[in-house]
């Protein structure tokens, strides 16, 4: 069964410092892989995805990830951290052309000023 | 506007009264989801559906129903809610094939006293 782990529950960073949030996913074959970003009171919305090809995954609002398949990881990052960042985010993986997606517990951003 | 519109977006309800949380999109999508949101355990999916009639359980069924008799209709029944079902759902439709990610409704707020 597949499965996600976002071992950071809670992050606090500076505006403008970098970001990285960690995701590690299991899964027998080759997953697609997804962030999304949940403001409060929101619903979910996409922030990129993995499927194959290159590793290194651009998305919206600055956002970048990297597939390492050696290290069942799908690490989110951002050089440099705004305030309208602040809020949770969350890693899933799907499984081809399943219809589920299996999500992390998440992992709530704070920005300071 | 492409969008999945859920209603309504706050509801509470006593014990064993019958409700239903509409959900319906306008992308002509195939794949439509149901899922809850409780703190710590990120996303759940309850139910799924890959097309008109077509529908299977997700990772936490019970308690809860649905249909899918048009394609851009999902409602999610809860024939006699408990307190244990109060909770955040979220309805999410996709095109089929893995490599899209869904897109979510803003959400149902659901207390059951």
């Known amino acids: 069964a597949q499965s996600v782990t976002q071992p950071d529950i809670h992050i606090t960073v500076s505006e403008g410092a970098s970001l990285e949030l960690r995701c590690n996913y299991s899964?027998?074959?080759?997953?697609?892989l997804f962030w999304y970003v949940q403001s409060p009171g929101q619903g979910l919305q996409l922030l990129l995805k993995y499927f194959s090809g290159d590793t290194l995954v651009q998305g919206i609002k600055g956002f970048e990830a990297e597939f390492k398949r050696s290290q069942s990881s799908f690490n989110l990052r951002k050089p440099s951290v705004h305030w309208s960042d602040a809020a949770e985010y969350f890693c899933?993986?799907?499984?081809?052309?399943?219809?589920?997606?299996?999500f992390g517990t998440g992992t709530r951003l704070q920005v300071t000023l | 506007e492409a969008q999945v519109t859920q209603n309504p977006r706050y509801l509470i309800t006593v014990t064993g009264k019958k409700l239903t949380v509409t959900c319906s999109q306008n992308m002509n999508h195939e794949y439509m989801s149901w899922y809850r949101q409780d703190p710590g355990l990120g996303l759940r999916q309850i139910y799924y559906s890959m097309n008109v009639e077509v529908t299977d359980k997700g990772d936490v069924p019970e308690g809860y129903k649905v249909s899918r008799k048009e394609k851009r209709n999902f409602p999610l029944i809860l024939e006699s809610p408990s307190p244990n079902q109060t909770s955040l759902y979220f309805c999410a439709s996709r095109i089929g094939g893995g490599t899209y990610g869904y897109t979510f409704g803003s959400g149902t707020r659901l207390t059951v006293v």
């Open positions: 899933a993986v799907g499984a081809g052309t399943a219809s589920k997606l299996t």
């Open positions: 899964y027998g074959a080759t997953p697609y």
